[in-house]
């Protein structure tokens, strides 16, 4: 599965962004999705995941009540919603398929809030 990440940018802290992970496989709609980061120094973190038919969601408790995961299966492409931004959450974003063939990553998408 190859993933495509895009939406990534500077934004001000208290704004807002939309990233966008699109993937090439057919097999998507089994695919458990998950978004994850990784900040300067640190290690990479999950920030987000969601099930193959998108009824079920987890978040990091950093992000939750701020970013939103979501998918849709019909165009191949998992969303985060990410409101309210803080300074720490700039990181490289990281779009992950997990399936029953084994898991992908893409190449990320660069995310700084400014404060």
């Known amino acids: 599965v190859q993933l495509v990440e895009s939406g990534g940018g500077l934004v001000q802290a208290g704004g807002s962004l939309r990233l966008s992970c699109a993937a090439s496989a057919s097999t998507f709609s089994m695919n458990v999705m998950a978004w994850y980061r990784q900040a300067p120094g640190k290690q990479r973190e999950l920030v987000a995941g969601i099930t193959s038919g998108g009824y079920s969601t987890h978040y990091a408790d950093s992000v939750k009540g701020r970013f939103t995961i979501s998918r849709d299966n019909a165009k191949n492409v998992v969303y985060l919603q990410m409101n309210s931004l803080k300074s720490e959450d700039t990181a490289v974003y990281y779009c992950?398929?997990?399936?029953?063939?084994?898991?992908?990553w893409g190449q990320g998408t660069q995310v700084t809030v400014s404060s």
């Open positions: 992950r398929s997990i399936g029953a063939g084994g898991g992908s």
